[in-house]
T-cell receptor
Framework: GAVVSQHPSRVICKSGTSVKIECRSLDFQATTMFWYRQFPKQSLMLMATSNEGSKATYEQGVEKDKFLINHASLTLSTLTVTSAHPEDSSFYIC????????????FGDGTRLSIL | AQSVTQPDIHITVSEGASLELRCNYSYGATPYLFWYVQSPGQGLQLLLKYFSGDTLVQGIKGFEAEFKRSQSSFNLRKPSVHWSDAAEYFCAVGAGAGGTSYGKLTFGQGTILTVHP
């Protein structure tokens, strides 16, 4: 089945650091990628939708200058958390879907971000 | 706006027992419905999906779900639970058909399944 690789799986860094998370589709062309945030014992909240070659569409309440998303190719999207602070600590998950109609989203294994 | 409700936060069953996880959705048109499973610290794996046609959908790992439009429900079932099924299960609804509008998912709160030996 379709595989989505997310890297790194875990990041621990100091407050004020910027952190980049990569999401790659390994065996299909991902025209659309999604970035989610999941707080402990809660559901996934969609942060933004990115289409290859276009600017990302952010959900209400998500700071686009804080969470920079780039989707420069059909296999790679990146999420950069700029000047991260402890409240940005969370589990970030990406997903990808392809060009085929009704193709479901395939999820990466997530990135645990801890800001000290 | 679409929404998904999973009424049960935590369910405990014995290994070998049957399982039903409830999911109710709210959506103005024909929904695209999904069940995903998440193991601790990992991403989501698709168990099954419903787009149209037969309202009883078969998925992986012996799971099935039934779409009932009159009840706005999409409950997940398994006749005999295995210890390895212990995980968190998410129901989700998608909007539209094709293109990016299809892909935007709204998730329920999740149901944690514990399996006793």
């Amino acid at each position: 089945g379709a595989v989505v690789s997310q890297h790194p799986s875990r990041v621990i860094c100091k407050s004020g650091t910027s952190v980049k998370i990569e999401c790659r589709s390994l065996d299909f062309q991902a025209t659309t990628m999604f970035w989610y945030r999941q707080f402990p014992k809660q559901s996934l909240m969609l942060m933004a939708t990115s289409n290859e070659g276009s600017k990302a569409t952010y959900e209400q309440g998500v700071e686009k200058d804080k969470f920079l998303i780039n989707h420069a190719s059909l296999t790679l999207s990146t999420l950069t958390v700029t000047s991260a602070h402890p409240e940005d600590s969370s589990f970030y998950i990406c997903s990808a879907t392809g060009v085929l109609s009704n193709q479901p989203q395939h999820f990466g294994d997530g990135t645990r971000l801890s800001i000290l | 706006a679409q929404s998904v409700t999973q009424p049960d936060i935590h369910i405990t069953v014995s290994e070998g027992a049957s399982l039903e996880l409830r999911c109710n959705y709210s959506y103005g048109a024909t929904p695209y419905l999904f069940w995903y499973v998440q193991s601790p610290g990992q991403g989501l794996q698709l168990l099954l999906k419903y787009f149209s046609g037969d309202t009883l959908v078969q998925g992986i790992k012996g799971f099935e779900a039934e779409f009932k439009r009159s009840q706005s429900s999409f409950n997940l079932r398994k006749p005999s639970v295995h210890w390895s099924d212990a995980a968190e299960y998410f129901c989700a609804v998608g909007a539209g058909a094709g293109g990016t509008s299809y892909g935007k998912l709204t998730f329920g709160q999740g149901t944690i399944l514990t399996v006793h030996p």
